[in-house]
């Protein structure tokens, strides 16, 4: 059981867009920033959006990261078929003292 | 460009040890907090253990605590986890991943590919 709450999948068709919730509590993304990752199968999680919104360098503008009291969001704008991937929040919790995340969220492009 | 390169991975025994090691490149080690996190086959990721810049502080899961042991060597820019008294339930992929250089609340940045420690008897 994850301290983070993700759905479990996620689906959209090509240029369409898809958001991907992440709930928690005040002592992790009610009081902390939240951050996403990207997974394909058999590799690396690779960061998509730090500190609730700000982009790495070289990840696209389609990826938008949001948070609202103890939510946050990931919206995938312009939907392709190479954004089909596993999806992970995350965030520090003041009462484990380390990070927790998000069970994972498969999103399919159909 | 930021590498971290995990090694010693492999088959182990209930109730055995195995080292873990990451070797790091491309970015000032000494200056970032280093996290191992891992993942059970078809499982979601799981925080195992963090060190701070300097390995003064460090962070545990409560499911490792006791039994684990995170380190660092800034000057061979290594990090390692020495693992004992291993379960079934410790069988994942091993990442080692950079967090931030300032606030111990910054979370992973870059991961490496990581590396399987599979206990089975």
């Known amino acids: 059981q994850s301290v983070l709450t993700q759905p479990l999948s996620a689906s959209g068709t090509p240029g369409q867009r898809v958001t991907i919730s992440c709930s928690g509590s005040t002592s992790n993304v009610g009081s902390n920033y939240v951050y996403w990752y990207q997974q394909f199968p058999g590799m690396a999680p690779k960061l998509l959006i730090y500190?609730?919104?700000q982009w790495p360098s070289g990840v696209p503008g389609r990826f938008s990261g949001s948070k609202s009291g103890t939510s946050a969001s990931l919206a995938i704008s312009g939907l392709r078929s190479e954004d089909e991937a596993d999806y992970y929040c995350?965030?520090?919790?003041?009462?484990?003292?380390?990070?927790?995340f998000g069970g994972g969220t498969r999103l399919s492009v159909l | 460009q930021v590498q971290l390169v995990e090694s010693g991975g492999g088959l182990v025994k209930p109730g055995g040890s195995l080292r873990v090691s990451c070797a790091a490149s491309?970015?000032?080690?000494?200056?970032?907090?280093m996290s191992w996190i891992r993942q059970a086959p078809g499982k979601g990721l799981e925080w195992v253990s963090k060190i701070d810049s300097t390995g003064s502080i460090i962070f545990q899961a409560d499911s490792v605590k006791g039994r684990f042991s995170i380190s660092r060597d800034n000057a061979k820019k290594s990090l390692h986890l020495q693992m004992s008294n291993l379960r079934v339930d410790d069988t994942a992929v091993y990442y080692c991943a950079r967090d931030g250089s300032y606030n111990l609340w910054d979370l992973s940045d870059y991961w490496g590919q990581g590396t399987l420690v599979t206990v089975s008897s």
């Open positions: 500190k609730n919104n």
């Open positions: 491309g970015f000032n080690f000494a200056d970032y907090q």
């Open positions: 995350a965030a520090w919790d003041d009462n484990l003292q380390g990070p927790v």
